[in-house]
C-alpha cells in the first residue's frame, strides 16, 4: 500500500511539472501573436473586440472543460457540437410550438444532453465500445433529432423573458454574463481537477486502466460519469448560446468538436489518455480563438481560415504524439 501511495505522489509530481511547461508554452504564445495583431490590426485590443472575442470562445470553453476530462481518460468525444445543437433545439421547440416556460425549456434540454452524454458512458464505459464509433453515432443522433424537431429551418424565439435573456447577451459591469458564467464553472473545475482526490482517479484510468482496476478504481463507473459531464457542459453551452442569439438552429454548434479537441491538445491534453488539465484547455481555447479574431480583422476568408484550423489540429497531435515517442524511447 505504501509503495503504491509512493508511486501515484510520483506520477503527480511528474503530471503536475509537464502541465506547467505546457501551459506555460501557450501562455508565451498567447502573448506573442497577442502583440503582433495588436501591431497588425489597431481594432484588436480595443475593449469591443474584447468583449466579443471572450464572448465567442465562452461556449467552446465550456465544452472543452469536459473534453479534458474524456481525453484524460483516453477517451474521446465527437458528439459535443450536435449535442450542444440538439439542447438549443429542444428549448426552442418547447418554447415556441408548446408554450412550454423558457426556464423549464431550458431545464429539459439540458435533460436530454444527460442522457444523450448517459448513452455515450453506457455504451463506452460498460458494454465496451470504442469511444470513436460511441459518439460518433451519438453525433448523427443527436444532429439528426435537431434536424427533426425543427424540420430543418432555424427556430427564432421572440418574447423571451429578459432573465433568460441576460444570461446570454446582458452584462456586469461591463463583463458579458455569459463570459462570467465560463469563467466561474472553469475555476471550479480547475480547482477541483487539481485538488480533488477523486478526480485524480481520472487521471489513473486515463494512464493505466488495468492498474486503475486493480487498485480498486471503477473505471466503467468514471467513464460513465466522464462522459454525462462532458455532454451536460455542451447542453449547458447550447442553453446558454440560445439565450445569446434567440436562434435555435439545427446546424448550431457544427465543427464545435474540432475546434474543442485541437484546443485541449494545445493546452496539453494527450489523445492516449492520463494527462491534460482544465486551464490548459482553457489557454488553448483562448489561442485559437486569438488567432481566428486576427483572420477576421485581417480580412481573411473564412474558407482560409479552416484550412488554418485543420493545420493547427494536425501540428498539435504531431507535436503530441512526438513527445509521447521521445518520453517512451
Sequence with gaps: MEERTLQNQKNANTFKKLFAFRETSVIFLIIGITVILSIISPYFLTSANLSTT??????????????????????????VGSVMGLSMV??????????????????????????????????????GLSPLIAT?????????????????????????????????????????????????????????FRKS???????????????????????????????????????????????????????????TEMRVISACVIGGASLTGGEGTVFGSILGVILLNIINNGLVLMSVSVYWQDLISGAILILAVTIDQLSHRKKGN
Design 136 to 192: 460518433l453515432g451519438m453525433m448523427s443522433i443527436a444532429r439528426g433529432a435537431a434536424y427533426v424537431l425543427t424540420e430543418g429551418s432555424p427556430l427564432s424565439l421572440s418574447g423571451v423573458s429578459e432573465e433568460f435573456r441576460v444570461l446570454g447577451s446582458g452584462d456586469l459591469a461591463g463583463i458579458p454574463v455569459f463570459v462570467i458564467i465560463f469563467v466561474v464553472i472553469a475555476v471550479i473545475a480547475d480547482f477541483l
Design 54 to 79: 471572450a464572448l465567442g470562445l465562452s461556449a467552446d470553453g465550456i465544452i472543452a472543460i469536459g473534453m479534458t476530462m474524456v481525453l484524460v481518460i483516453g477517451g474521446i468525444d465527437l458528439s
Design 90 to 127: 429542444t428549448a426552442g421547440a418547447l418554447y415556441i410550438f408548446f408554450g412550454v416556460n423558457i426556464w423549464l425549456a431550458a431545464l429539459i434540454a439540458l435533460g436530454v444532453a444527460l442522457l444523450c452524454g448517459l448513452f455515450n458512458g453506457y455504451f463506452i464505459g460498460k458494454i
Design 197 to 255: 482526490a477523486p478526480l485524480r482517479n481520472v487521471y489513473y484510468t486515463g494512464s493505466n486502466e488495468k492498474a486503475a482496476l486493480l487498485s480498486g478504481i471503477n473505471t466503467a463507473k468514471i467513464k460513465m460519469i466522464v462522459y454525462i459531464v462532458c455532454a451536460l457542459l455542451a447542453g449547458i453551452a447550447g442553453v446558454l448560446s440560445l439565450s445569446r442569439f434567440n436562434v435555435a438552429a439545427p446546424n448550431a454548434g457544427v465543427g
